[in-house]
């Protein structure tokens, strides 16, 4: 359930409890009783969709730490030259083999690795996790 569901059972509630007002109690004793059980039902019902709605909102906080982590490990570890982003030196310039663009984007900063597979005139640079491949050169930062 989401808020807007979970708000509209409150609102049902609502109703309820204005057609109990107008019940008169000493006659209708019945119609009382089987709007209370109506009442109650729509109270569980927007309680459990308010336990979803908590729940969904939990996890978007998890999220956001999680991203603002992200964000952190960027701008103080991190630095751009080129085309690509690299893991900054003491000096916090560019340093060594870039990190795998396609990975960064799901959270994970992982240095590219030679592939030596195919001998020593032939090493490119690939992601170590999704395996794109980044060619021969061009890829280690420059000084
Ligand atoms: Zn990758």
């Known amino acids: 359930m989401d808020i807007a569901a979970a708000i509209s059972g409150i609102t049902s509630a609502l109703g309820l409890v204005k057609e109990l007002r107008d019940i008169n109690a000493q ?3 019945a119609e009382l009783k089987l709007k209370i059980a109506d009442l109650t039902e729509a109270l569980s019902e927007a309680k459990l969709g308010l336990v979803d709605v908590a729940e969904e909102l939990q996890a978007k906080d998890a999220e956001i730490a999680n991203l603002k982590e992200q964000l952190q490990f960027r701008a103080t570890k991190l630095v751009d030259q080129g085309h690509f982003r690299y893991f900054a030196d003491e000096q916090g310039k560019a340093a060594g083999v870039p990190v795998c663009p396609v990975c960064e984007t799901k959270g994970l900063f992982l240095k ?3 592939d030596r597979s195919k001998g020593a005139g032939s090493v490119t640079y690939v ?5 794109a491949n980044y060619g021969y050169h061009g890829v280690v930062a420059r000084a």
């Open 127 to 131: 992601c170590p996790s999704c395996k």
């Open 27 to 29: 006659f209708d004793q």
């Open 112 to 114: 590219l690795a030679q």
